[in-house]
């Protein structure tokens, strides 16, 4: 067994949540991106599917969807590649974010995620493979790109929730909830578009109602 084999053995038998917040706690104020995928270890490509998608699964300012959208797609395009390890440009490696925000944030989602963790358990590993890597980061990588576009709000939830779910399912390497994210992620597609079109149709009584509301 490979060194990488043994790490990515031995942190099996830890919790994703568990993971996720080891590697964003620490003394210092602040925590660069770089030093939270240091800290993923052998499950990275998972764990960062998971941590990038999380912050467009709840209300964020705008603008931010974007940003892990363009994070998720440098993992996905990796995951495609069949990289090892991980990489981010310098840009983002070097990015850092206050720590204790951070925390907070992730403890707070750790029930939710360790109530997955209870049920979740290696099974149906071909989709958690180099084959099924491939599908998950070429479903990741359209759902990136769909997070990257302007979506009207609440648009952006369905693709994010799709990669959370896949990304979980791949830390875990539990295919059943792969298949779930796979699921989830054609259900994104079609609420992301039947939420554009929705938006598109309702846009010029959107208008009529800012331009009463503002008196014009």
């Known amino acids: ?7 990515e053995a031995t942190e099996l038998g830890h919790g994703t949540s568990e993971l996720l917040l080891r590697a ?17 270890g052998a499950r990275a490509f998972g764990l960062a599917a998971l941590a990038f998608a999380l912050p467009s699964c709840v209300p964020m300012p705008p603008g ?9 797609l ?36 750790q029930p939710h995620l360790q109530a997955v963790e209870r049920i979740a358990r290696p099974r149906l590993l071909l989709l958690t493979g180099r084959a099924g890597t491939l599908l ?5 990588l359209v759902l990136a790109v769909v997070l990257i576009l ?15 779910v896949l990304g979980m399912g791949l830390a875990e390497r539990d295919g059943v909830i792969v298949l779930l994210g796979l699921v989830t992620s054609i259900g994104a597609m079609i609420a ?14 959107l208008a009529d109602w800012f331009t009463h509301l503002f008196g014009h």
């Open 1 to 7: 067994m490979s060194a990488a084999d043994q790490a």
């Open 24 to 40: 964003v706690r620490g003394q210092s104020e602040r925590i660069s991106l770089g030093e939270i995928i240091d800290g993923l």
């Open 64 to 72: 931010v969807p974007t940003v892990v959208g363009f994070a998720l």
């Open 74 to 109: 440098i993992v996905s395009v990796q995951m495609v590649m069949g990289r090892k390890e991980l990489w981010l440009p310098g840009f983002l490696s070097k990015r850092t974010f206050p720590r204790i925000p951070l925390v907070t944030a992730l403890e707070n989602v």
């Open 136 to 140: 998950i980061g070429l479903v990741v």
């Open 150 to 164: 302007p979506l009207p709000p609440g648009g952006n939830f369905p693709p994010a929730l799709a990669c959370a």
């Open 192 to 205: 992301a578009w039947a939420v554009t079109l929705l938006f598109i149709r309702h846009l010029p009584e």
